[in-house]
């Protein structure tokens, strides 16, 4: 008999629901910090955990990722939405809702238009700057928590980091005490048994020292008192100025969130043998993030640290999420009580250990060996992201990424064939100083789509190739198997081209021109005059000509 959650049988049921009790002792406390750094409620956090999470369960083609607020989001809501109103209001609550329910409808969008696609414009540099500054961000924060200093949570990370400095006297001695100790049994814990829910123990610990020692009466904050109940759904009422003013910071965060949720889909799935679909995935989101916001919470996205959770426990179904949404449930029913008590060093401390990892030191180091250049992107994202806020940093790094990309297509790889009549010897010569593929005739290889940024390129390596050979031109051949595409500044570069070489009588021709292709150069004109080979071996043929190439081993394609 088939079970309605994908991949859950009789034989793997139990491993299942212990898979979700875990994730439970994982959400709660999260999700709680998490609404504390977003300005919200600890019940902001709780609710995304029910109705956004069952909805999401049932609709993801992905088994295992898990849908709920993490840290980024969280952070990015806050700096969003601080400057528009005070945190813990009622017109900020609605305006997280209401962020997320444009997010939602962005998320079904980008499903109904198959525009998954996008993601791949946020590059891992970005990412990993990006995330990194945030986690920065929110880790000052937590700090400030851990020692029981007091900051402005909602300013920018140097006012912050100020704080927390200069503030440093005033730290809290019973608030520090916890707070450390939570961090160490945390960091401990995890090397003695991995998969042990050491943030719910830390927090049931604290809770009890917090009673047991009266240590608000010593100062030291408390989460306070959580309404009791469901979560209440209704359509945020604010103006359309406003709703206007959150379309930015929700195209921000769903940008994110897509690029993140499909590569950690994609990479599950084909890690554990199934397949995903991406348009489901984002509809999945989407229907999460609406149901979200119509119940007084906020953004989510993959969590990717939960979803690593569920697959070191063995989990291959939703089926744990679904227990989530139920043990949250029955705790806003009847178990409030228990998390009013809950010490904010604690909180702390759990959030902290979570982020840290995120700002990301490792991934530094191996962009820093690979690409330089990627690393200096994914370092102004970072350094963005801390000094104008989230959306401003990963503008700033997605447009040093285009001004990287077109600098690199800029100077794509050119060549002169060197010529041979034998069909097992590459024309692709590997001495840099080939001048001509035969007397009076040059091939030339161009290895990039022709555009703004590199027509002139191109047609300037042209003229100097003519200029240069060794014997008079009479043929210029240009092959064209590695370009995919033209655009008009890139068609007025070669139509120049073409009545340089006219003025010199050299014919021109195009060899291995895709058929795409094909029809855009006799859309822009390019093909009048010009000689079609199929391949560059038909020009060696054509002129009948015995040629001296120096040995290789690679044959031409």
């Known amino acids: 008999m088939r079970l309605p959650v994908v991949g859950l049988t009789r034989s793997n049921w139990l491993r299942e629901f212990s898979a979700g009790i875990t994730l439970l002792a994982i959400s709660v406390p999260l999700n709680i910090g998490y609404a504390q750094i977003a300005g919200l409620p600890a019940t902001a956090g709780l609710y995304a955990l029910i109705v956004p999470t069952v909805g999401f369960a049932l609709l993801v083609s992905s088994r295992q990722v898990v849908a709920s607020p993490d840290a980024a989001a969280a952070a990015m809501v806050a ?123 830390v927090m049931i610990a604290a809770t009890a020292a917090s009673v047991l020692f009266d240590l608000q009466g010593k100062g030291v904050s408390v989460l306070g008192k959580v309404p009791a109940g469901l979560p209440t759904f209704s359509v ?24 993140e949720g499909l590569l950690v889909s994609r990479q599950y799935g084909e890690k554990n043998n199934y397949s995903t679909d991406p348009n489901r995935d984002l509809l999945a989101f989407g229907a999460a993030n609406i149901a979200s916001g119509f119940s007084s919470s906020f953004t989510l996205g993959s969590s990717t640290s939960r979803t690593a959770a569920m697959d070191v426990a063995g989990s291959r179904t939703q089926l744990p999420s679904l ?43 191996e962009l820093w060996t690979q690409s330089r250049a990627e690393c200096a992107i994914g370092a102004a994202c970072f350094v963005g992201v801390l000094v104008v806020g989230p959306i401003g940093g990963i503008t700033l790094a997605f447009v040093l990424s285009l001004v990287n990309l077109a600098r690199r297509a800029s100077n794509p790889a050119v060549d002169i064939l060197a010529g041979s009549d034998d069909p097992t010897v590459s024309l692709l010569d590997e001495v840099d100083d080939v001048r001509e593929t035969a007397p009076g005739v040059i091939i030339m290889r161009f290895a990039a789509p022709i555009f703004f940024a590199n027509g002139s390129v191109l047609a300037d390596r042209a003229r100097n190739a003519v200029e240069s050979a060794p014997h008079p031109v009479t043929t210029f051949v240009l092959d064209l198997e590695a370009v995919t595409d033209i655009d008009v500044t890139g068609a007025g570069a070669l139509i120049a081209l073409r009545e ?41 043929s054509a002129f009948r000509m015995e040629f001296t190439t120096p040995d290789a081993d690679v044959p031409e394609r």
């Open 79 to 201: 700096s969003s939405l601080m400057g528009m109103g005070a945190a813990g209001s009622g017109n900020y609550a609605q305006m997280a809702a209401a962020q997320a329910i444009l997010g939602g409808v962005m998320f079904l969008l980008c499903a109904v238009f198959k525009l998954g696609f996008l993601a791949d414009f946020l590059s891992k540099p970005i990412l990993v700057g990006f995330v990194g500054g945030l986690a920065l961000d929110i880790t000052v924060s937590q700090a400030a928590k851990v020692l029981g200093v007091p900051i402005n949570s909602g300013g920018e990370f140097g006012e912050k980091l100020f704080d927390l400095v200069s503030h440093l006297g005033e730290a809290n001695l019973w608030a520090m005490c916890l707070g450390i100790s939570s961090i160490l049994i945390l960091l401990c814990g995890r090397r003695i048994i991995a998969s042990a829910p050491w943030a719910l123990m």
């Open 236 to 259: 945020p009422v604010l103006s359309w100025s406003t709703w206007l003013a959150l379309i930015p910071s929700a195209i921000a965060l769903t940008a994110v969130a897509v690029a």
């Open 323 to 365: 227990v989530l949404a139920v043990g949250t449930l029955l705790l806003l029913l009847f178990g409030t009580d228990l998390l009013a008590d809950i010490p904010s060093p604690a909180i702390g401390a759990i959030v902290a250990v979570a982020v840290f990892k995120l700002i990301g030191f490792l991934d530094f180091r």
């Open 500 to 540: 340089w070489l006219h003025s010199r009588s050299v014919t021109l021709g195009f060899s291995r021109v895709r058929p795409p292709l094909q029809e855009r150069f006799t859309r822009f004109g390019l093909l009048e005059s010009a000689r079609l080979y199929r391949t560059n071996r038909d020009v060696v």
